[in-house]
């Protein structure tokens, strides 16, 4: 995958991103424990002709944690960097807990995005104090304790790399392990060790945490632009209520439902669907 990665500052604070593939421009707002390094669904794209422009969001990867004092703040350095590209319009494509900044992106720049896509995304409150994974994250994913438990990960899941899918896949699927592994795809755990491997949290996820509640459903209504909302029906991490909520909201939305066997909607059976949706999404709106 041909990738470029670049810092751009910002009222002097850094904002790492990369550019993948040619074409027509696609801002990606990635998940938690993410950044510009992110490559769940980007070949299908790349291949159709799409430029895929990822900024590692505020507290990720190269990326100041200054920068996530504010999802709106957040937002105008992502803006300010698609004027240093000299780009005009743009799909927008959010992830998992990157739905509150495409959200808030979306809202604030209407007039920049063609069409808005969100991938079993987070889209009003999520994690709170009150549930036993808030906490846990808290714990697990804090700064700096974050480092320690990523090379820990790092380390059984290239050793053991079958045994570590098989472990965590629960964690982002309802459906038994059984019927998880009826459902996988021969390359899933090498994706999956793959994607541990490019992870980490730095401050970022804190920052997710605290700025998950700060979307309201009025900034889903100011979106103006086709939207596509993508989901699994099998998503543990993000339930499928934030699909359900985004399509209410939406003015111009589109939901697909897909049979994939849990939050990671670009592995196992079914997957192509999800490549299949958002290429004739785009095709169909294009800038």
Known sequence: MN????????????LEYSVTGEGEPILVMHGGHSNCYEEFGYAALIRQG????????????????ALGASL?????AYNDLLDRLQLGKVHLLAVSAGGPSGIRFA?????????????????KAWLTPQD?????????????????????LGRLNNGFPRFVFRQMAPSFSTL?????????GEGDWEAFRRMNNR???GHGFFIDLSQIGDIV?????????????LHSRHDRLVPLEHAFHAHRHLPQSELRLLDTWGHLIWLGKGAEETDEAMLAFLRGNRI
Do not use: M
């Not at 809202?107 to 889209?123: W, Y």
């Not at 036993?132 to 820990?152: D, G, I, T």
């Not at 038994?176 to 996988?184: L, M």
């Not at 900034?219 to 596509?228: G, I, M, N, S």
């Open 3 to 14: 990738r470029h990665v670049d810092v751009h500052r910002f009222e002097d604070l850094p």
């Open 50 to 65: 799409y430029c895929l422009i990822t900024p590692s969001r505020a507290g990720y990867g190269g990326t100041s944690k």
């Open 132 to 152: 036993k994974e808030y906490r846990v994250s808290r714990l697990l994913f804090r700064p700096p304790a974050e480092k320690a438990v990523w090379k820990l």
């Open 217 to 229: 459903p009025s900034e889903l209504e100011h979106v103006r632009c086709p939207a596509l909302v």
């Open 72 to 76: 709106t703040r957040a937002c105008r």
């Open 107 to 123: 809202s604030l720049f209407p007039d920049r995005i063609r069409t808005f896509t969100l991938q079993c995304a987070v889209t």
């Open 176 to 184: 038994t392990r059984s019927e998880i592994a009826a459902n996988t």
């Open 199 to 201: 992870q980490r949290s």
